[in-house]
């Protein structure tokens, strides 16, 4: 048992909250909590670490699935010492980091199968073969990490490929965002790039309208038809998107709204406008 709060392991934990330099060098993440802990693929954890108030009961509920696994049981002080929340729940698991490219997204590999959205049923793919009406968001600087956790959850909720954010966009891996996925951050594929403009060329070289939430819209964004291949553009919460984004979008669209308001919450607009598309493509 770890009982000590300077021991190596315990101040890598704590440097992986911290800081997103060490998370990259490492490859790791930390995710805390059962529910957490019980959706990551077993394949992609690399520690598990447990206060010893709660091992009993997580050992008696969850023994299957950690027996598999590199397991350290921690004294209650280090545990919570080492922990990101306010009210640990006695388990801490560190995942390995997502690996994805802009094909992988682009693409279902051979022997994947997905849900025809026509007819609800799972099939499988053929190896290299370009997604059918695929659906993305792409975000430009956004820095909130709730609000990019947010995001990634509601991705998941409509059936979303991917999600595509540019370089500065806050750390995906940032415990803030990962609390807020409750659990996506493991079945959304999702890439940073670079050079936004470029990858939005790319989509749109594979029959992929941009659609660029903006201000200035002057179409309504239940106006549009998302039933093709879509991919909606989010800019930064305080400025919004860059014009030199935005102009590379084939279609500006905005969200009317009453009274007061200027805009909405960037996590909100992008809901938004994935129902829109959800509702249209469930209706066929």
Known sequence: ??????????????QLIQKAKVRNKLGLFVVEGVKMFLEAPTEQIARVYIAQRAEKEIRENHGSKLDKLSCEIVADDVFDRMSDTRTPQGILTLVRQYQYSL????????????????????????????????LYLLLEDIQDPGNLGTMFRTAEAVGADGILMSGHTVDVYNPKTIRSTMGSIYRVPFIYTEDICGTIRILQRHAICVYAADLGGRKEYDACDYRGGTAFLIGNEGNGLRQETAACAEVRIGIPMEGNVESLNAAVASTVLFYEAYRQRRRG
């Open 103 to 134: 094909e992988e997204l682009l693409t279902r590999k051979q022997g994947s199968r997905c849900v025809d959205r026509n007819t609800g049923k799972s099939v499988s793919m053929i190896g290299g073969v370009h997604k059918k009406n695929p």
């Open 1 to 14: 048992m770890i009982t000590s709060s300077s021991n190596k392991s315990i101040r890598e934990v704590i």
